[in-house]
């Protein structure tokens, strides 16, 4: 196990650096200027503004060849110094550790209520196919497939604002001070966002549940007087588990960067809006940092769901 863990991490560390070589080159070949950018509401005269321009990208490093950047950055980044925000002027590692709490609340939450509702619900529909709780299980797992997440935000907040008069905070408030405030402001996009992760991890998990039930060690179960709850129990849902936990890890492993409608809509300040601001301002040092962050973090949670096989099925054995 350790030696086949040592060899993913080798072998995912060009997978990584071609990440970020490929968002580094493509993030300067845009035509938008960020500098210009920087420059556009200067009150100042033609020549001064272009001597600004000029002095600006040499500080920024931005008038050498791309070849001789990339390797700067390269550098600066085995030593962990990712720059500064051009839209901040702050470190991008502080920008994205302020912000990942925030990101990971959301995500945790999201998954907690989607695994809550839809591993119940894949396995009744299984337990009862062809019948009426299987067709409620089926029906409502690709309701909540079929839906816009960005459109049910919008529906949440625009209802109860017309019909109550209600509307969730504006300002995000951290747990650790307004709880009350901060739930308030998460737990609808968290909601919205498990609901579209629950249709998928249902149906995954009925089709699991359907494939182990019809085994012949569950058969035998069944024959040697076992209970169904004790049967279902003991030997569905642990081999049932192992697309599921498959799902699951493909789901964490989005989760970080895929928050980022929901963290735009409710105005949250999360990894996820942290990056779409960074496009739209052409900030290429916390674009840059933010997309190794998230490439990182895939690459983590795919190594852990290949290490969580082994203890869902004892006969998986790595070498």
Known sequence: MRTYILRRLLFNVP???LIVAAVFTMIRI???????MMLEDAQVSGAEKQRLYNQIRGELGLDQPIHVQFSRYLWKMVHAD???SYYHGRPVLAEIGARLPTTIQLGLVAIFFGMM???PL????????????????????VFSLSIPSF???TLVIVVPAILWHYAPPTSYSPPWENLTENLRHVLPAALILGSNL???IARMTRSAVLEVIRQDYIRTARAKGLREFVVVQRHVLKNAMIPVFTLLGLVLSIL???TAIMEIVFNIPGVGSLTVNAVNFSDFPQLQANVLFIATWIVTANLLVDIGYAWFDPRIRYR
Do not use: N
């Open 82 to 84: 990712m720059g500064k």
């Open 256 to 258: 970080i960067g895929g």
């Open 15 to 17: 997978v990584v650096l």
């Open 198 to 200: 629950m249709g998928s």
């Open 30 to 36: 845009t035509p938008r200027d960020v500098v210009e």
């Open 122 to 141: 894949g396995v009744l529909g299984a337990l009862y196919q062809d019948t009426w709780v299987d067709y409620v299980s089926r029906v409502v797992s």
């Open 117 to 119: 509702v839809a591993i």
């Open 151 to 153: 459109w049910t935000a």
